[in-house]
């Protein structure tokens, strides 16, 4: 079932996914859920893909919990302890907190690429400059020492590679 290098931190029998009894694995470094009487993990998810949890509320009949991940997909386990609700809350709650303490140390890291063109954006509208369009660079423009190439370019400026090189043979 697991890695050699994965721990199980916790194990929470009577759970139900999608209809189907089994039992949830917190590890070290994922979310597994598998069926009863099988030796094969149905339900695996690493800690860097989960963006969220969430909980049924105090006073619904199913102990549930959520975890939403970062491509919109989500899996509802079903806490079903026949100890009763009280232990059902119960089992679902160490889940929770303990996932409360690891997924912060696995949250995505910003690309980036990406957080240089949100500073870029975020410095250009606080200086109240709401043009869309790309500025002028320094430098100058490449010119091609092909005169044929340079014709075909001056017709259509947004041609790509491809299509200047079928045109040029």
Request: hydrophobic share 35%; with cysteine; aromatic share 8%.
């Amino acid at each position: 079932m697991t890695t050699s290098s994965e721990d199980v931190l916790l194990s929470v029998s009577y759970v139900r996914y999608k209809k189907g009894d089994g039992t949830l694995y917190v590890m070290n470094q994922r979310l597994a859920w598998m069926m009863e009487n099988r030796d094969t993990v149905a339900v695996s998810h690493k800690y860097a893909d989960i963006k969220t949890q969430k909980i049924s509320p105090i006073g619904k009949p199913k102990i549930q919990l959520q975890v939403v991940l970062h491509d919109g997909t989500c899996s509802t386990f079903h806490f079903v302890n026949p100890a009763g609700a009280e232990a059902q809350a119960k089992d679902r709650d160490q889940v929770k907190t303990l996932l409360q303490n690891l997924l912060p140390k696995f949250k995505r890291q910003i690309d980036g690429e990406l957080e240089m063109k949100s500073r870029d954006w975020f410095r250009c509208l606080k200086n109240n400059d709401f043009d869309l369009k790309d500025k002028r660079r320094s430098g100058t423009l490449k010119k091609f020492e092909h005169e044929k190439l340079e014709e075909l370019l001056d017709e259509d400026r947004c041609q790509i590679l491809r299509e200047l090189g079928k045109t040029y043979k």
